[in-house]
């Protein structure tokens, strides 16, 4: 019932999530970030397991720093893609983190990018992307109006479009949304969608 | 086997611990190294030794983050300080992922003391040969500190200090001239405590600057700029002193 998707535009890329944490068939709260800001140019929304999703979302952001106070640098978007996948799979076969991520960022040198990396530790780098129940309403929306080099603006109705879909159509939609976009300016919060006042 | 096992830092016939003692050797061999602490800021100010002409300069960074709010400059063994500073590193990042706050000034001066600490009581390995002068912000309370560690693994919160090379002279000049002060006129404190031993010139000290927003680190240009404003500070005092004996 948790939904996280996300797209590439011109010169940025965007991250949607649902705002909910639901425990069985009681809804904690409906107004839960999902996407972590992992540092100033990159966005990673996360669904899954609620504990693992805390645990290793945290983990990723705290070890992204270290990297960037030893180095003297910021982790390209793709080494940390490909650092959260090492991760995911070196636990794989012992206790796995169920947790799937959509990692957006951008980069000075190859602009923005987006990252789809499953708790099977699956590494795609993407245009679109899209977990849980509501994927497969938000992909079949992306797959017929997007294209590349989308200005915020269609790319936000694009959004929009998905999350009216998922809402229509999914049995227990979720009641809120928040989406966060990230450009040469920085990772930041761009606005909520809701339906209940949490 | 047993032998081996034998701690490197043992006690003298007289209660002294050697290996502790030249630990701190190594650190007066160091480059000299100042802290200032003032209301609003704290200065740290390291000795850069200019004799090395191929060396690419921004390559050799004295004065070190250890996360957004914490500085450290130290005086000794560098290949020490690299190992220290990465453990604190580490730490920070640590102690924000479990309890999810930053880490407080004195929190990270006593990890890094007591990291110091256990190398003067276990086998087979020697202390770190290094001092180190940690500035911060609380980042509760937002008041400024300075604390220094030494190989023995003391610590303790200064107004300002000295370590490396000739810090007793940069200790004796501060504890004279040292008073509360705020901004550039910390800066100008630091600076000229550092110039009592270090040859004057941009290109010879290395400083930084912790204020609320971070670590900035001054450019040679400015920190030239400063030296001439106390140059001239210096030739107007020796000045005044000469112009009374004229009147009579």
Not at chain 2, 181 to 188: A, P, R
Request: with cysteine; hydrophobic share 40%; aromatic share 8%.
């Amino acid at each position: 019932m948790e939904c996280v998707f996300g797209m590439v535009g011109k010169d940025f890329a965007l991250v949607v999530a649902d705002s909910s944490a639901v425990n069985s068939i009681l809804v904690h709260k409906s107004n839960e970030d999902k996407i972590m800001v992992l540092d100033s140019h990159k966005l990673m929304g996360a669904s899954g397991e609620a504990g693992d999703r805390a645990q290793f979302t945290e983990y990723v952001q705290k070890n992204v720093s270290l990297y960037q106070y030893r180095n003297n640098i910021p982790l390209t978007t793709k080494a940390a893609a490909n650092f959260m996948r090492g991760e995911l799979a070196t636990a794989l076969r012992k206790n796995p983190y169920m947790v799937n991520i959509v990692l957006a960022g951008y980069d000075k040198e190859t602009g923005p990018s987006l990252y789809f990396i499953d708790y099977i530790a699956t590494l795609h780098k993407v245009d679109k992307a899209a977990f849980g129940y509501g994927s497969y309403f938000a992909l079949s929306m992306m797959d017929r109006h997007y294209h590349p080099n989308m200005t915020v603006d269609e790319a936000i109705k694009l959004a929009d479009q998905c999350i009216e879909e998922i809402r229509s159509r999914l049995v227990v939609a979720p009641q809120n949304f928040i989406i966060k976009i990230v450009d040469k300016d920085g990772a930041r919060e761009h606005s909520w969608r809701r339906t209940t006042k949490d | 086997m047993a032998r081996y096992d034998r701690a490197i830092t043992v006690f003298s016939p007289d209660g002294h611990l050697f290996q502790v003692e030249y630990a701190l050797e190594a650190v007066r061999k160091g480059n000299a190294a100042v802290g200032v602490r003032g209301t609003d800021n704290i200065v740290l100010g390291v000795e850069k030794k200019s004799t090395v002409k191929l060396q690419d300069s921004r390559s050799v960074r004295k004065i070190v983050s250890l996360d957004d709010h914490i500085a450290l400059a130290c005086a000794g063994l560098k290949a020490d300080a690299r190992v220290l500073i990465n453990r604190a590193r580490i730490e920070c990042q640590s102690h924000r992922l479990t309890v999810e706050d930053p880490v407080t000034v004195e929190y990270i001066t006593r990890y890094i003391a007591g990291l110091q600490q256990k190398y003067t009581q276990s086998g087979g390995v020697r202390p770190f040969g290094l001092s180190t002068l940690i500035v911060g912000f609380d980042p509760y309370t937002g008041v400024p500190s300075l604390y220094q560690t030494d190989p023995s693994g003391t610590f303790s919160a200064w107004k300002a200090n000295a370590t490396g090379r000739n810090s007793n002279s940069m200790r004796e000049f501060l504890e004279k001239n040292y008073k509360e002060t705020s901004g550039q006129e910390t800066i100008k404190l630091a600076i000229r405590a550092l110039l009592e031993v270090v040859e004057s010139g941009g290109k010879n000290i290395e400083v930084a600057v912790m204020t609320k927003e971070g670590l900035k680190q001054l450019d040679e240009a400015e920190i030239d700029a400063i030296v001439a404003e106390i140059e001239a500070e210096k030739a107007a005092a020796e000045a005044a002193k000469k112009a009374p004996a004229k009147d009579t």
